[in-house]
């Protein structure tokens, strides 16, 4: 029995873990069609992967410079063969939307991705994510002065209270003869 020990533990990760693969599949297949268009709707009116979309082009630019560097007399060809390559793969780009979709369909239900929607597609909505990110900025600007003044503030007035303190604790002054 001993020596199978290490095979009982093995044998029980591996149950465990199937479990857990087993659950987070039943979970992704809870999904309904309904759920999943509602976190598509919301991922393309919040502008989620918009920052994504460069990334392909930047892979297809570094690898120019890493292939003209290596061969840099075919750099007609390396651009025209990256270049076709790289579209070759574009279209992947929509697996990143399904994957940002189910990532939203876990985390959002799909009457809260409606109402995220519909705020996010009113005036108001676009006009927080337009000009959001630099009231934030502005913000940060207004916090870092702020919190130098009570930094100071609180220094001083600490100093002031504590030299008090020390003051009067202080042992009055010999008689100047």
Do not use: C
């Not at 876990?106 to 994510?129: C, M, R």
Request: no cysteine.
């Amino acid at each position: 029995m001993i020596k199978y020990s290490g095979f009982g533990r093995l044998a029980s990760a591996a149950v465990i873990l199937g479990g857990l693969m087993l659950g987070t599949s039943a979970k992704a297949q809870d999904i309904s069609p309904e759920h999943l268009q509602a976190a598509r709707t919301a991922i393309t009116v919040l502008g989620v992967t918009d920052r994504f979309d460069n990334i392909l082009p930047a892979v297809a630019d570094r690898l120019k410079t890493q292939l003209i560097q290596a061969y840099p007399n075919l750099q007609d060809q390396i651009y025209g063969e990256v270049d076709k390559q790289a579209l070759s793969l574009a279209a992947r780009r929509g697996d990143l939307e399904k994957e940002a979709a189910m990532v939203y369909a876990k985390a959002f239900t799909a009457e809260e991705l409606k109402v995220i929607s519909d705020f996010y597609s009113s005036d108001a909505g676009k006009k927080l994510l337009k000009d959001g990110p630099i009231a934030t900025r502005e913000l940060m600007k207004a916090a870092d002065i702020w919190t130098a003044g009570v930094a100071r503030d609180l220094e001083k007035q600490t100093n002031d209270a504590l030299l008090s303190v020390v003051g009067a604790q202080a042992p009055a002054a010999a008689p100047k003869q």
